[in-house]
């Protein structure tokens, strides 16, 4: 890229860490120190407030970057991800929200031991939390590497490299000084700024071909070099019987993964109430909707304006595709137009790997220190002690996610977070379901749950394709590859759940009636509740 390409993304990205940088120390400045202050922002939002933060929360550098790349690489198949990403927003609205919310105070853990021996509970649910955000963590990480890759013209490792430190860093001092409340504005600034920009590329795409989505999806499919095929089931996972069984895997981990990712849970706390948590999350489903709606017309934009012979070249994953395409939307390379296009387009893709890395770091830490500290060190921690191991754990925790997305710089980083998915899928949904619906629910069954889910989708991942045995592996020189699927959603999810059922038929511990008649009317009633 031109050097006026660099120098504009550079100083509007710099334009948005000053600014949330502002609200970091503005917020510091005035908060109270408390573990609701730091967890929760004080559960001070609105239904709209915290409805565009949860959007902005989750419209990922994976839905912005990967899944755009995606469905310009594969076509049809890469439309899985946005179908998965917002189908999965039913499970949260009628299941998940609104129990939650009533049931708990700050993480998952809380609505899970509000029935069950906390300790061993916590212990579990913690480390479990703290396991799903790490490659949730390293896809944001992974984007932002291939985004500066792009910038400074694919050639510069070093360059890469530090944008992975500089993102990391940027993160912490979010987390640490501004805790939710900073994270929540940063947020919603972001989500403001990704929606404004992802309509303004669709408009273009569809002014480029004068509003013709047929003419548009044809010419995709004649640039792809696979004609129909790219517009039907099967390019990227109907090449075999196991790509058919991991294309059903992803889904489910997909669909089922949202309603047990930590820093998702984690927003329900900051509403006042049970009412605010389930308007938050219509506020958030509409926006969510519209974003994915417009990310199949830019993925199959991408795949008809650019090529993806030329996306596979930028970054053989996909990963800069919706850069591209606002380069050749604005005008070419050497075009004012595509150097501010482009330029804008940077600098919300970065903005919303920094606005997503500050909420996952935040719940994270937030398990270390309300779920782990608290059940190893004491059992009644100080809250300004939790406080301080939060932030504590917030740099460990980001030093993890530096050095694995370095690691992970190739690997598409919608792929990164499907795993993610399925180990919240696997470890946090059984237990969760379980703990709300199950009268007969066992501390024994609580901890099988996580560890039964969580293990094997583990486990499997290591025994992969993705980290062995193919070029596009983590570690492509050796193979230990004996699990044929990338998602191990399809195996390790049902294991998540027979695992919670085995623990609890097998329990000498009998359910306590009492607690779980309490947290019944408490989930649906909101008495009780913070």
């Not at 009628?94 to 939650?100: K, N, Q, R, T």
């Not at 992975?164 to 600034?189: E, P």
């Not at 795409?205 to 044809?218: E, W, Y």
């Not at 017309?297 to 012979?309: E, H, N, R, S, T």
Request: proline fraction near 3%.
């Amino acid at each position: 890229m031109s050097g006026h390409h660099q120098a504009l993304a550079l100083v509007l990205f710099s334009v948005f860490v000053a600014i949330t940088l502002a609200i970091t120390t503005w917020v510091s400045r005035n908060r109270r120190g408390s573990a609701e202050e730091f967890y929760a922002g004080g559960r001070l939002f609105s239904p709209m407030e915290n409805g565009f933060a949860i959007a902005g929360d989750y419209m990922s550098a994976a839905s912005f970057l990967g899944v755009t790349g995606l469905i310009a690489l594969f076509g049809y198949d890469g439309l899985l991800y946005v179908v998965g990403f917002l189908v999965a927003w039913l499970v949260v609205l009628f299941f998940v929200a609104e129990l939650v919310r009533n049931c708990g105070r700050f993480t998952l853990a809380d609505a899970v031991a509000a029935r069950m021996r906390e300790r061993p509970v916590r212990i579990a649910a913690g480390t479990s939390a703290v396991t799903v955000s790490v490659p949730y963590l390293v896809a944001q990480m992974v984007g932002a590497g291939s985004l500066v890759a792009l910038l400074f013209g694919g050639t510069s490792a070093a360059a890469r490299a530090w944008t992975v430190i500089v993102v990391g860093t940027l993160m912490v001092i979010y987390v640490s000084l501004g805790g939710m409340r900073a994270t929540t504005w940063i947020q919603i600034v972001k989500a403001v700024l990704l929606l404004g920009g992802t309509v303004a590329l669709t408009v273009l795409v569809l002014m480029r071909f004068h509003g013709n989505v047929d003419a548009l999806l044809r010419t995709a499919a004649e640039r792809s070099g696979h004609g129909e095929a790219f517009l039907a089931p099967g390019l990227k996972y109907g090449g075999s019987g196991n790509a058919r069984i991991d294309f059903i895997s992803l889904g489910l981990a997909l669909v089922l993964g949202t309603a047990g990712l930590p820093h998702i849970l984690s927003r329900f706390y900051t509403v006042p109430t049970a009412r605010a948590a389930r308007r938050s999350v219509v506020w958030s489903v509409g926006l969510i909707g519209g974003f994915y709606l417009m990310t199949i017309v830019l993925g199959f934009g991408a795949a008809a304006v650019v090529g993806p012979d030329a996306v596979r070249a930028s970054n053989s994953a996909g990963n800069t595709a919706v850069q591209l395409l606002a380069l050749k939307l604005g005008g070419g390379a050497e075009s004012a137009g595509g150097t501010v296009l482009f330029a804008v387009v940077a600098a919300i893709a970065f903005a919303t790997i920094l606005a997503v890395v500050a909420g996952i770091t935040l719940a994270s830490s937030a398990a270390v220190a309300h779920d782990l500290y608290a059940s190893l060190r004491s059992r009644r921690a100080k809250p300004r002690s939790e406080v301080r191991v939060a932030r504590a754990a917030a740099v460990g925790i980001g030093a993890v996610a530096i050095g694995l997305g370095l690691l992970a710089r190739d690997l598409n980083v919608a792929f990164l977070v499907g795993l993610a998915f399925a180990v919240s899928a696997s470890a946090n949904l059984p237990v969760l379901m379980y703990s709300l619906f199950w009268r007969s629910f066992t501390t024994r069954g609580a901890v099988w749950s996580v560890y039964g889910g969580l293990v094997p989708a583990l486990g499997l991942v290591l025994l992969s394709p993705v980290v062995s045995g193919s070029p596009e592996s983590l570690f492509p020189a050796v193979d230990f590859q004996y699990f044929p699927l990338q998602n191990p959603g399809i195996v390790s999810i049902p294991l998540g759940f027979l695992a919670g059922w085995l623990g609890t038929v097998t329990s000498p511990e009998p359910a306590d009636a009492a607690k779980h008649a309490e947290t019944g009317v408490r989930s649906l009633t909101g008495a009780g509740a913070v």
